[in-house]
């Protein structure tokens, strides 16, 4: 269907270790968005994905669309505390919502 | 400038009444979004509204649930004869026109006793 899984569901690391979450679809995807949620706080935009095996960065993060545009990726590298929260990844549609996953939430241990 | 408001933040309501929440979207976004957050859950599409008009109303979860959008602008959410498990934070969400990136607004958190 519409949905996007989204893997792990849970994510705890020691403070300059890595961080990797996986979004997966059965269908193309037209474009993937991800979205970052501190504790407490709403979603606040990260990014958007159109191109096949697009790759951007921003600082330690950096986001990837698959080669047939069916999943996407955000690794962090070097977490630090600011990175704690929940990470989101969402798809469009043709009605013009998007299809949130159900997201991926990091702990990061001082 | 002015981001994504909503009202109240708060709202602690008694089982059986009705309740409006309010969004004030970004000025000149055409679409805007309302989701449902519960504790540690992800995030529920509720409606969507291009303009006035409603093309995606399929996460409304019952006949309780209605929105409306007037001039293209503030949209309110009416829950009728609320029940405990409509306790959760309600999430607004509005974007220059579909399929950008969305700004949320800050909640209103909805307590049913």
């Known amino acids: 269907g519409q949905q996007v899984m989204q893997i792990p569901q849970y994510q705890h690391v020691q403070e300059g270790e890595d961080f990797t979450t996986y979004c997966n679809s059965s269908?193309?995807?037209?474009?993937i968005q991800w979205y970052k949620q501190r504790p407490g706080g709403h979603p606040v935009f990260l990014i958007q994905l159109v191109k096949s095996g697009e790759v951007k960065k921003q600082k330690r993060l950096t986001f990837q669309f698959g080669e047939a545009k069916k999943n996407s990726s955000l690794h962090i590298t070097a977490t630090q505390t600011t990175d704690v929260g929940t990470y989101f990844c969402a798809r469009g549609s043709t009605l013009g919502r998007l299809y949130f996953g159900r997201g991926t939430q990091l702990t990061v241990w001082p | 400038g002015a981001g994504v408001s909503q009202s109240p933040s708060n709202k602690v309501t008694e089982k059986g009444k009705d309740v409006e929440l309010r969004c004030d979207p970004i000025?000149?976004?055409?679409?805007l979004y309302w989701y449902r957050q519960s504790l540690g859950q992800g995030l529920e599409f509720l409606i969507y509204f291009q303009g006035n008009s409603a093309p995606d109303k399929s996460g409304l979860p019952s006949d309780r649930f209605s929105a409306e959008r007037t001039g293209g602008s503030v949209s309110t959410l009416t829950i009728q004869r609320t029940q405990q498990e409509d306790s959760a934070v309600y999430l607004c969400a509005s974007s220059p026109r579909s399929y950008n990136e969305q700004f949320f607004g800050p909640g209103t958190r909805l307590t049913v006793l």
């Open positions: 000025s000149g976004h055409t679409a």
């Open positions: 269908t193309t995807l037209s474009n």
